[in-house]
């Protein structure tokens, strides 16, 4: 079985392969530039593990790999576009670095590109793949917009909040890992209980990004802390505690969302104070926690050598106890 | 053989049955505005007489048709942001309407809608469509992306204009009949010829829509005309302007490039008065005609019954010879 190692390698190096033209180079430098940064590679590793478990020859599980983190690449521009983010993997924004058309404009490239590589190699599975990366594609804009529409509703409530992030985020990780296990030969009901896994641990990955922006070690998490608090951004904290708030709490909390002005430490710190006094470190790791043991009870109901699940467990503990 | 009217029918009704949910409708309402209007259809009754040449069951063809002409309203909604264009046939563009970030998102939504359709019904030819869909797609992002670097030079000669009109409109007009063509079993030489008859129709009709912005009857051609000399844009009257004017006249010609305040009709008048002492209106026309010709050789050479020609032939006189 291949390790995570050795799947971010293969991964890396085949990304470095792509042929990316030079011409017209406002549109090609700003792909080139996306993927340069070796990164965690989460969703292409998924889809490599959830062949792996099925099948030792995992080459045919490569490109389609390589589409979903091309396609996640391109979700990353426009929507640093949208949110105005101006610094991405500690680099400029492409919209900053050129232009916000740049910005877009290479990333509809970028979103071919990902088409391009899921049928570079097209498998006997190719229909179906493709049904499940368009389904999961649009999606993935659906919850960019329940996001985008987040940002002017201060009531929003938890299923609220859970909906989005399945869409947003959760949905590619389970697509990865099930595209995988289909290239892999692994049946319906095999496929489905990865694609359950990838998405309980999908939600799990939010919660816990949510928590790191708050309580993580800024040393280790290698971003700035409480960018989240400074933006006002609708993090699984910040709804919970607009609905847990009460009185004069609520009151200071929406003072914080509302104010214009303000010292950003005093801010963080003060938002803080409100997400500790009602435990919400506590309850949101507990939530972590939850839905990481979701996902371990699919990996466990999926029928195969207990081996061949070794690597994909051992992955999702990993995500769970990053530090950043 | 369906006519015009009978492909523009089918292509209507079926888009109207496109299941575009509800929910977020700020992603999912400019998807529907952007469909409403029923225009021309160029490029899916392209894709419908492509197939019929070939063919009697078009039936295979539809989805593609619906696909290629969802794709291209994709590209018109991204476009309108990037050049920042207000109305659009006669109505506010989606970024006015809504706003920029609504509007990158539907536009993103709506080129993954496209590819939706376009394995809706997979064919037994899917994987070749796919491949000629993705590469067409790139190109006119590539296209693009040249139309926006020429903004800022004055020194663009006659081939690296006819090159970007290639790729940002020519190779959509090309890849969508030659899609239909491979649908309804042409062979890859017949095939061929269609994409070369598409593209030269393409180029004709790009470079006839340049004429028709300075020369076009404003009442037949429902929008306002001088558009592109009020805004600069490089069409191919402006850019031969630019190579053949010498002493006062490019002077003149440059001087209202560069002026920022102007009266509109002035400038209008100005600048249409120096493509007339050039005689662009003549050469251009004649441009025209030699690319319209060389689609109709290409029609020509084409293996089948004449008889299955025509509605092709009668749908590029047509749109040779339209007033808008």
């Known amino acids: 079985m291949l390790t995570l190692q050795e799947c971010q390698e293969i991964i890396h190096n085949r990304l470095k392969e792509i042929k990316i033209p030079e011409s017209p180079s406002n549109l090609y430098d700003p792909i080139r530039y996306m993927l ?22 995992i080459s045919q599980a490569i490109y389609p790999a390589m589409a979903v983190e091309v396609f996640h690449n391109f979700t990353l521009l426009h929507d640093d576009i949208m949110d105005q983010s101006v610094m991405r993997r500690n680099r400029p924004t492409v919209h900053v670095k050129w232009n916000p058309n740049i910005g877009i404009l290479s990333g509809d490239a970028m979103l071919i590109k990902a088409y391009e590589l899921l049928v570079a190699e097209p498998a006997a599975s190719l229909v179906k793949i493709l049904g499940l990366f368009n389904k999961t594609a649009m999606e993935v804009c659906e919850g960019q ?13 938890l299923k609220e909040y859970l909906n989005m992030v399945e869409l947003k985020t959760a949905v590619l990780l389970a697509a990865s890992v099930k595209m995988g296990a289909i290239i892999g030969g692994a049946d319906e009901a095999n496929a489905q209980l990865l ?57 200071e909390l929406l003072n914080w969302l509302k104010t214009g002005t303000f010292d ?7 938002v803080t104070d409100i997400y500790s006094q009602l435990n919400l470190k506590e309850i949101t790791a507990s939530q972590v926690k939850v839905y990481h043991e979701r996902a371990l009870a699919m990996l466990n109901q999926l029928r195969c050598e207990p081996e061949r699940k070794v690597e994909l467990s051992a992955f999702s503990e990993l995500l769970m106890n990053r530090k950043k």
């Open 36 to 57: 340069e940064p070796e990164g965690k590679r989460i969703r292409p590793v998924l889809v490599l593990m959830g062949c792996n478990v099925f099948s030792e020859d």
């Open 145 to 157: 917009q329940f996001d985008m529409d987040f940002e002017c509703n201060t009531n929003i409530n």
């Open 195 to 251: 694609y359950e896994f990838g998405r309980n641990i999908g939600i799990a990955f939010q919660l816990q990004d949510d928590l790191l922006d708050v309580y993580a070690d800024t040393l280790l998490f290698g971003k700035i802390r409480g960018n989240d608090i400074v933006s006002n951004k609708k993090t699984v904290l910040l709804i919970q505690a607009l609905q847990m708030a009460q009185g004069r709490m609520k009151r």
């Open 264 to 270: 950003r430490e005093e801010k963080i710190k003060g």
